[in-house]
């Protein structure tokens, strides 16, 4: 569907942003200033995209569950399989990155969410976690 489409286009744009301008910040030596401000559109436009990601996996989750997978070829099962993987990755990818934050969430400068942990232990596993989920993901 139309819908679909462009769910998947703002996804896909929304994640190789992302990881590409993630992983410049970390592995390319930047100014401060510039991190930071990457570090900023990352955390807000990725808050922003999580309810299009929900409502992208639900229609995912609608779509497969009125499939037949004994119908699919072997290409379509394998699809289905790397998509379900994608679906899986960038949702890990989305839950760290909230639960790994050290400060309130500021989405574009329009409102903040509190941080949701406290204890840097926990927020550190988180990171570690988001780090490579993030790694898988553009793999």
């Known amino acids: 569907s139309t819908q679909r ?9 929304v994640i190789i942003w992302t990881l590409v301008s993630g992983f410049y910040v970390a592995f390319v030596d930047v ?20 309810p299009f990601f929900v409502w992208r996996l639900f229609i995912f989750v609608v779509h497969a569950r009125q499939t037949s997978v004994n119908t699919l070829s072997s ?3 394998l699809a289905l399989f790397a998509h379900t993987l994608i679906y899986l ?5 989305l839950v760290t ?11 574009f400068g329009w409102f903040d969410i509190a941080q ?3 204890d840097p232990a926990l927020i550190a596993l988180f990171v570690t976690i988001h780090v490579w989920s993030c790694l898988v993901l553009s793999l």
């Open 5 to 13: 489409v462009w769910l998947h286009w703002v996804s896909a744009a």
């Open 31 to 50: 100014p401060a200033r510039v991190g930071e401000r990457v570090a900023f559109i990352n955390v807000s436009l990725t808050t922003v995209f999580i």
């Open 75 to 77: 290409m379509e099962k």
């Open 89 to 93: 990755t960038v949702t890990v990818v």
């Open 97 to 107: 990155g909230v639960l790994m934050m050290d400060r309130s969430i500021d989405v």
């Open 116 to 118: 949701p942990l406290s």
